[in-house]
């Protein structure tokens, strides 16, 4: 199957800096790239969606200018949030497909901001 | 408005037992694709079958297979001969229209194989 990466796999950071969280499909070339998030024990809630050297697309409720995302390859999605805070510690997961095929996930990011 | 459920907060089932965990989903679109996925502790979403609204067969794939019911909107998943390392959050989600981008999952199902 696909296999996606994501970078880093754990992250703690201080309350006003910037994390930045980098997605990778290593074997195939993704038309979209999503970036979820998920709190323990709930469903994943899907933050945005991201194509290839345009804009991302963000869900409502979502803040754009707190959660940054470049798409600048095929291959390569970056998440960065900005300033982060408490209440952004969470667990970010990003997906990739092509077309139609299914989404494939990445291992995740498990963020804790102090 | 799309909408998938899932009714089983958790299951046990003894292990090389077969399990069945419920899904139900909801949508106006004809062509729509049905997927499962697994969630170890690890936290990884590891995909694991796919039904299309247009399939006539029921997909299989190893020891998961998926129960579509398209008159009853329910893609059930089964597993056959559950093993330790099958205990996990399961989500079902679902795709409508086929190329469109939205992702719905369900709330996920928390699946413990006992000994």
């Known amino acids: 199957g696909a296999v996606v990466s994501q970078h880093p796999s754990r992250v703690i950071c201080k309350s006003g800096t910037s994390v930045k969280i980098e997605c990778r499909s290593l074997?195939?070339?993704?038309?979209?790239m999503f970036w979820y998030r998920q709190f323990p024990k709930q469903s994943l809630m899907l933050m945005a969606t991201s194509n290839e050297g345009s804009k991302a697309t963000y869900e409502q409720g979502v803040e754009k200018d707190k959660f940054l995302i470049n798409h600048a390859s095929l291959t390569l999605s970056t998440l960065t949030v900005t300033s982060a805070h408490p209440e952004d510690s969470s667990f970010y997961i990003c997906?990739?497909?092509?077309?139609?095929?299914?989404?494939?996930f990445g291992p995740g990011t498990r963020l804790t901001v102090l | 408005a799309q909408k998938i459920t899932q009714t089983q907060p958790g299951m046990f089932v003894q292990e090389k037992e077969a399990v069945t965990l419920d899904c139900t989903y909801d949508?106006?679109?004809?062509?729509?694709?049905l997927f499962w996925y697994k969630q170890p502790s690890s936290g990884e979403m590891i995909f694991l079958i796919y039904q299309g609204s247009y399939d006539e067969q029921n997909a299989t794939e190893g020891r998961y297979s998926l129960n579509f019911q398209k008159a009853r909107k329910s893609a059930n998943l089964v597993i056959s001969a559950s093993q330790l390392g099958d205990s996990a959050m399961y989500f079902c989600a679902m795709r409508a229209p086929p190329h469109g981008n939205q992702f719905y999952f369900g709330t996920g199902t928390s699946l413990t194989v006992i000994p």
């Open positions: 949508t106006s679109d004809q062509s729509y694709g």
């Open positions: 074997d195939f070339q993704a038309t979209t």
């Open positions: 997906s990739a497909r092509v077309r139609d095929d299914p989404q494939y």
